[in-house]
């Protein structure tokens, strides 16, 4: 999502709906395979953010950095599978 943002390209307003959509959808597979995947309320909190609910903030910059965050202490060996260390 990172280099889809504002961050690298186009503007907060103008990240495709579609992806938000699909970065919402691989999300929920992924708390149906293991619910311990996310902390306490970061489901919540992240899905509201990608689909701009409750007034959340929708900047996918700063949910992606969380996101990745996030990743790195949990999963460690599988961001370092997916992800370049260098652009984390």
Same mark, same amino acid.
């Given at each position: 999502?990172? =280099?889809?943002? *504002? %961050? $690298?390209?186009?503007?907060?307003?103008?990240?495709?709906?579609?992806?938000? =959509? =699909? %970065?919402?959808?691989?999300?929920?597979?992924?708390?149906?395979?293991?619910? %311990?995947?996310?902390?306490?309320?970061?489901?919540?909190?992240?899905?509201?953010?990608?689909?701009?609910?409750?007034?959340?903030?929708?900047?996918?910059?700063?949910? *992606?950095?969380?996101?990745?965050?996030? *990743?790195?202490?949990?999963?460690?060996? $599988?961001? %370092?599978?997916?992800?370049?260390?260098?652009?984390?």
């Amino acid at each position: 999502m990172h =280099y889809s943002s *504002s %961050a $690298v390209f186009g503007t907060e307003d103008n990240f495709p709906i579609m992806l938000r =959509y =699909y %970065a919402w959808a691989l999300m929920a597979k992924a708390k149906q395979l293991d619910s %311990a995947v996310f902390d306490s309320d970061q489901f919540t909190n992240w899905t509201n953010r990608l689909l701009g609910l409750k007034g959340k903030f929708t900047c996918v910059a700063m949910l *992606s950095q969380m996101m990745t965050e996030h *990743s790195g202490k949990r999963f460690q060996e $599988v961001l %370092a599978g997916i992800m370049p260390p260098a652009w984390n």
